[in-house]
Every structure is written in structure tokens, then in C-alpha cells.
């Protein structure tokens, strides 16, 4: 399948930021700006933010995500979110696995299966993020690590159900840091996880996979890596912050 006709998503991940009326106002600025987008646009936002930003976005083209959910319906998990309580709001995506959720939290390739298959499960379409540290790049094991996260991340996860997927591929040391993969670098990966789920699905079901590159994605940058042929869109941090900064990556991808 080209690349045409897989859908472009373009995620802001807000991360620890904007309490409920500073995300009314970022998302107020935003929406008049990407009203026009030939892609899907999403905010994902803090569990606090959600009900404010789907009251901001009613009615426009922005959708709005989460940033995690846990996989048990209910119980005894304090602090945790389900998949219901983000359904019932009118949330429609989820991050999962994202790095810091790796790095501070404990997360797993294990618990982010859990999340994938109960976020499925529930209807929220999850955006599965994988990535490789740094020192992992240096000792040359980018696809071994790669491949383990993709297959981990996605056992059990049915064909039917791998079309509500977007991977987000984030090298870690490129989330937050300033430093960009170069557009190669991230279509080498990208390239690589869609020959992965080829392995795991058919290619058929790997080519209609929306496969992000996330990790210090700008407007001065965003042209040259969406127009490479596995990248279908950006998980952006910092730059999903700035409505003019934002919009001016999703009018990139709506080229
Ligand atoms: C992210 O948080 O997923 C991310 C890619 O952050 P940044 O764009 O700030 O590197």
C-alpha cells in the first residue's frame, strides 16, 4: 500500500503540562489553526485535562487522547484510570509505553501489552510507543530492541484490531533532548517495525499501519521527515505546546 493511503496522525503529547484552563486556551488557539487538516489531529492530555479539552474540541476536527489507561476494568488500583472511565468521557486514543512511562514508572513491555489489549478491547484506538535508549543505538542492537518491544507490545493483538494500532516509534534519546533521528534514521526504523508486523501479521495488514517518528519533532523539521516513506505522522512533545508550532506540523503532513 503507498503511503497515500495510510492515514497520517499527527499526536501533541502534553505530558505533566496545562492545568484544565490553560489546556481550554492552548486548544482554543489550536483548533481555528488545523481546521483544515488533511490528517488526523490529536492533544493528547493530562487525565485531569480530559474533560476540559473534548468540551474545547466539540465540534472540530481534534480529538482527544489520554496518556495511559490501566487494563483492569475496576478495583482496587489507586491512582489508575480505566479504559471505561476515558471511554464514557469521549476520549478516543490513548498513549501507551511512552519512554518516561518506561523509564520513571516502571512500565513494561508486559503492562503495556495489558494496556494495548484492554484499550482495544474498550474501543480506544492506542498509540504504542518504542524506542531504543541511546546506549542500546551505540551497541548496535536498535532492531533487536525494536523488534522485542513490537512483538511484546502486541501479543495477542488480533489483525482486526492492529487497524485501530498506531505505533510511535520515539528513539529515547531524541524525546526532549533537542536532538532529532535525521529523517534516515527514522525511516530505517520505521521501515524496520513495518517489516516486523509483516512478519507477525502479512503485509497486507503491515502496510496499513499508521507508524509515527516522535523525538524533538518541530516546525523546522517535520516537512523533511514526513516526507519519508514509513512515516506517517508525529508523536510530538514540547512543539505540541505551541498552537503555531503545532499547526504548522500538521499543515506539514497535510501536504
Ligand atoms: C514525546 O513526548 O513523545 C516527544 C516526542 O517529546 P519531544 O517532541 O519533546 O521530544
Known amino acids: 500500500m503507498d ?3 495510510r492515514k497520517a496522525v499527527i499526536a501533541g503529547n502534553w505530558k505533566m503540562n496545562k492545568t484544565p484552563k490553560e489546556a481550554t486556551a492552548l486548544l482554543n488557539a489550536i483548533t481555528p489553526l488545523v481546521k483544515d487538516a488533511d490528517c488526523e489531529v490529536i492533544a493528547c492530555v493530562p487525565y485531569v485535562d480530559l474533560a476540559a479539552a473534548i468540551e474545547a474540541t466539540a465540534g472540530t476536527n481534534v480529538k482527544i487522547g489520554a496518556e495511559n489507561c490501566h487494563w483492569a476494568e475496576s478495583g482496587a ?3 489508575e484510570i480505566s479504559t471505561g472511565m476515558l471511554k464514557e468521557i469521549g476520549v478516543e486514543y490513548v498513549v501507551l509505553g511512552h519512554s518516561e512511562r518506561r523509564q520513571y514508572f516502571g512500565e513494561t513491555d508486559e503492562t503495556v501489552n495489558k494496556r494495548t489489549k484492554a484499550a482495544l478491547a474498550a474501543g480506544l484506538k492506542p498509540i504504542v510507543c518504542v524506542g531504543e535508549l541511546l546506549w542500546e543505538r551505540e551497541c548496535d542492537i536498535t532492531e533487536e530492541v525494536i523488534a522485542r518491544q513490537i512483538k ?4 495477542d493483538v488480533s489483525e482486526e484490531e492492529l487497524k485501530n494500532v498506531v505505533i510511535a ?4 534519546w531524541a524525546i526532549g533532548t533537542g536532538k532529532t533521528a535525521t529523517a534516515d534514521q527514522a525511516e530505517e526504523v520505521c521501515a524496520f517495525i513495518r517489516a516486523q508486523l509483516a512478519k507477525l501479521y502479512n503485509q497486507a495488514a503491515a502496510d496499513a499501519v499508521t507508524i509515527q517518528y516522535g523525538g524533538s519533532m518541530n516546525d ?3 516537512d523533511e521527515l514526513l516526507s519519508k516513506t514509513d512515516v506517517d505522522g508525529g508523536l510530538i512533545g514540547g512543539a505540541s505546546l505551541v498552537a503555531e508550532k503545532f499547526a504548522a506540523i500538521v499543515a506539514a503532513a497535510s501536504k
Open 3 to 5: 503511503k497515500a493511503k
Open 77 to 79: 488500583f489507586t491512582g
Open 152 to 155: 511484546l507490545d502486541l501479543w
Open 169 to 172: 516509534y520515539e528513539p529515547v
Open 220 to 222: 523546522g523539521n517535520a
